[in-house]
């Protein structure tokens, strides 16, 4: 299916534990990112890729690794969660030529 | 340092009614400013954009945006608004030297029939 996809849609895990999300886009975007979404905070922005193996860091980095080795894949390791780390996650892709971007469905986190 | 701000957490408007949801913006370079629609449990949808040229940029849905460089705003208005656009809506800017993004903290709309 062309588009953005995210999974799990819904994970639940413990403190300590590592997790990952997978993000995949099948339109070849150079850009991918890595938001949080929580309450009265917005959007926020953790690690963004200009392309493959070119990755960098946004506003709340900490505590999380991603990786690009691939254009269409963009993953996201939680390397030991924390309840702080509780939110709804949300992948997106977007070309240098539009500056539009496209938000997968998200993935909503529970860490206990 | 860039930042946004949606002053509102909540606007209320009659169906029929024009409404506003304010947006202001801080850069240091030139801005690229967006506006993104959330409905319920779903991703963001784009809505509209502003990189250069005319101030006034139309989008999706009817939706339109102001670009306001002295007052360092981009207000997204509507003439009618629908009992269909109530959603939570995130205003975002990118200076034009990176391209790390910041949103707002968003604004729920709500349209009242």
């Known amino acids: 299916d062309a588009g953005i996809t995210q999974s799990p849609r819904y994970k639940i895990t413990e403190t300590g534990r590592q997790v990952t999300l997978m993000c995949h886009q099948t339109?070849?975007?150079?850009?991918m990112f890595w938001y949080r979404q929580d309450l009265g905070h917005g959007l926020r922005l953790i690690y963004y890729s200009a392309a493959a193996d070119i990755t960098d860091k946004g506003e709340v980095p900490d505590g999380y690794v991603v990786s690009r080795s691939k254009t269409e894949n963009f993953p996201l390791t939680l390397e030991s969660a924390t309840r702080s780390q509780t939110s709804v996650y949300f992948c997106?892709?977007?070309?240098?030529?539009?500056?539009?971007?496209?938000f997968g469905p998200g993935t909503r986190l529970t860490v206990l | 340092a860039q930042s946004v701000a949606q002053p509102e957490d909540q606007v209320n408007v009659a169906e029929g009614n024009p409404l506003t949801v304010k947006c202001t913006y801080s850069v240091s370079g030139n801005p690229y400013l967006f506006w993104y629609v959330q409905y319920p449990n779903r991703g963001l949808q784009f809505l509209l954009k502003?990189?250069?040229?005319?101030?006034l940029v139309k989008g999706s849905y009817g939706f339109e945006a102001e670009f306001n460089k002295s007052q360092t705003s981009f207000h997204l208005k509507k003439p009618s608004a629908l009992v269909s656009d109530s959603a939570l809506y995130f205003c975002?800017?990118?200076?034009?030297?990176?391209?790390?993004?910041?949103f707002g903290t968003g604004t729920r709309l709500k349209v009242l029939a």
């Open positions: 502003y990189i250069t040229g005319d101030n």
């Open positions: 997106a892709s977007s070309d240098w030529a539009t500056n539009e971007q496209f």
């Open positions: 339109w070849s975007h150079s850009y």
């Open positions: 975002a800017v990118r200076d034009s030297g990176t391209y790390k993004y910041i």
